[in-house]
């Protein structure tokens, strides 16, 4: 059993940014990717980035420059910083974690980006 709990979320204005959080406890094996999907309303969710232990990222072209993941494995933490939020980077955000083939999810956290 393995629980995400985000944290980091809110308002904020175009051209600011925010940090999202997200600590994973329970059962984690040594090898799993960790990363942050979004999901804006009548849209499909999205991968965002993703990390694994081995450092390797992945990132969604339309936040490549502007956002950044990092995370601290002995924590089993993993965070999104967020720069330069535009109105369109609007959604529910979900932590994600997998490994051994199994996707888990965190309940979401708002990112709102309004004037």
Same mark, same amino acid.
């Given at each position: 059993q393995v629980q995400l709990e985000e944290s980091g979320g809110g308002l904020v204005q175009p051209g600011g940014s925010l940090r999202l959080s997200c600590a994973a406890s329970g059962v984690i094996f040594s090898i799993n990717t960790m990363g942050w999907y979004r999901q804006a309303p009548g849209k499909q969710r999205e991968l965002v980035a993703s990390m694994n232990t081995g450092g390797i990222v992945n990132y969604a072209d339309s936040v490549k420059g502007r956002f950044t993941i990092s995370r601290d494995n002995a924590k089993n933490t993993v965070y999104l910083q967020m720069n330069s939020l535009k109105p369109e980077d609007t959604a529910?955000?979900?932590? *994600?974690?997998? %490994?051994?083939?199994?996707? *888990?999810?965190? %309940?979401?956290?708002?990112?709102?980006?309004?004037?």
């Amino acid at each position: 059993q393995v629980q995400l709990e985000e944290s980091g979320g809110g308002l904020v204005q175009p051209g600011g940014s925010l940090r999202l959080s997200c600590a994973a406890s329970g059962v984690i094996f040594s090898i799993n990717t960790m990363g942050w999907y979004r999901q804006a309303p009548g849209k499909q969710r999205e991968l965002v980035a993703s990390m694994n232990t081995g450092g390797i990222v992945n990132y969604a072209d339309s936040v490549k420059g502007r956002f950044t993941i990092s995370r601290d494995n002995a924590k089993n933490t993993v965070y999104l910083q967020m720069n330069s939020l535009k109105p369109e980077d609007t959604a529910v955000y979900y932590c *994600n974690l997998m %490994q051994r083939g199994r996707p *888990n999810w965190g %309940q979401g956290t708002q990112v709102t980006v309004s004037s």
